[in-house]
Nanobody
Framework: QVQLVESGGGSVQAGGSLRLSCAAS????????MGWFRQAPGKEREGVAS????????YYADSVKGRFTISQDNAENTVYLQMNSLKPEDTAMYYC??????????????????WGQGTQVTVSS
C-alpha cells in the first residue's frame, strides 16, 4: 500500500520560510517522479514543483521559481519543498504526489496516481 505522508506546514508571515517533507512508503521511489501540488480555497489544484528521483531533474511552476526548491533524500525515500520568500498568495493546502509525469506541474495537469493527505500552509501579510 502506497503511503505519502506530508509534514512541515504551518503559519508564517510574508517573507518567511517553511520546509515541507513527504515520506513515501510502499512505492518504488527510485526512478520515478515525485511532485508537490497545492490547492487554495475555491481554486483548482495546481502544480508547484516536481523532481525525477532517478536523476534529480526538477520542474517548477513560474509562480514559485526562484523562491521554492524541491530536493530529495533517496536513502530516506523523502522529498522536500523548501519555500522561501513566502507570499500570502502561497496560502493553500499542499499535497505530495507520486507516480506521474514531472512536466505536469508546468503543464497544468494533475495526473499523478498517488496523493498524500495534505499539509496546510498559511502566509499572512
Amino acid at each position: 500500500q502506497v503511503q505519502l505522508v506530508e509534514s512541515g506546514g504551518g503559519s508564517v508571515q510574508a517573507g518567511g520560510s517553511l520546509r515541507l517533507s513527504c515520506a513515501a512508503s510502499g512505492y518504488t521511489y527510485s526512478s520515478n517522479c515525485m511532485g508537490w501540488f497545492r490547492q487554495a480555497p475555491g481554486k483548482e489544484r495546481e502544480g508547484v514543483a516536481s523532481i525525477y528521483t532517478g536523476g534529480g531533474s526538477t520542474y517548477y511552476a513560474d509562480s514559485v521559481k526562484g523562491r521554492f526548491t524541491i530536493s530529495q533524500d533517496n536513502a530516506e525515500n523523502t522529498v522536500y519543498l523548501q519555500m522561501n520568500s513566502l507570499k500570502p498568495e502561497d496560502t493553500a493546502m499542499y499535497y505530495c504526489a507520486a507516480d506521474g509525469r514531472c512536466a505536469s506541474v508546468v503543464a497544468g495537469l494533475v495526473d499523478f496516481g498517488y496523493w498524500g493527505q495534505g499539509t496546510q500552509v498559511t502566509v499572512s501579510s
